[in-house]
């Protein structure tokens, strides 16, 4: 062999030692940086849940995930979800967490979905009023109230208010436009009474939103207090009679002249004395 040949023996072993330096540091780096973390167990979700529904051990299954990525509130053991309403949609593989659970009560399903200080009222609806079907549980919508005093007028007497049933669902997994025959709202005692009285005077219509608005509308208030009356129905003060009393006239003094008497007439009010007077 000559020297060329030998130079690049040479050089070829010293390129391929330094790659594999290179290699094996570079491996070494990012297997120690790669750490196994510690793992914890969480309940998870193992199918498509409805709002509503009652937890059973069917939907949830036992998984070990990274501590960092819990959060906070989550479930750890089955018997902490079981027997427990779903308040929302759950989908599967989502860890669950308490704040998405409610203690079932007693009576229907939808009872355990009232927040507490609320009601359920129903209203009748049809294809206008129930917004061509497009409504569903957890929508939110304005309540017009049309009616007639001479003309016909129109008042929003509810507004930003929770869908919480169409007819007897709770829940619409279809999420297409139904056609229902009442609607269920989540509503205070003072707003139930507002929607009752709307009802009495006129027809009412529902208004669905967007589910990211959350935009304030003038409310009109209809169940006033009675115990106070508005400005508009306090009643007038009554007006005191003003007396008039009749001007009496001072003292008036006149003096006539007879010949060598003098008579005087003094006038007190109505009253009149003469009185003679000598020279």
Known sequence: MNNKTILFVVLSVIFGVIAVFLAQNWLESNTSG??????????????????????????????????????????TKFE??????????????????????INKGEGSTLASLIQPNMRAVTIRVND????????????????????????????????NVKILAIDQRASNDENKPVLVRAVTLELSMAQAEQLLVAKG????????????????????????????????????VEAQPVVIKPSIPTEKVVYAQSGSKSKVRILKGMKEQEVKVND
């Open 34 to 75: 790669t750490k196994v973390a510690n793992t914890t167990n969480v309940v998870t979700v193992s199918s498509l849940v409805p709002m509503g529904t009652i937890v059973d051990r069917k939907h949830l299954v036992l998984t070990a995930v990274p501590e960092g990525i819990v959060p906070k509130g989550s479930v």
């Open 128 to 159: 206008v009023v129930g917004v061509a079907g497009f409504l569903l549980p957890g929508n939110r919508v304005d309540v017009i109230n049309l009616f007639k005093e001479g003309d016909y007028k129109t008042d929003v007497v509810l507004s």
């Open 201 to 236: 005077r006129g027809s009412l219509q529902l208004a669905l939103r967007n589910p990211n608005d959350d935009a304030q509308v003038e409310v009109a208030l209809l169940n006033q207090d009675k115990s106070e009356p508005s400005e508009s129905n306090k009643p007038l």
């Open 80 to 101: 902490d979800a079981e027997g427990k309403v779903v308040n929302q949609k759950l989908y599967p593989g989502e860890i669950l967490r308490q704040e998405k659970l």
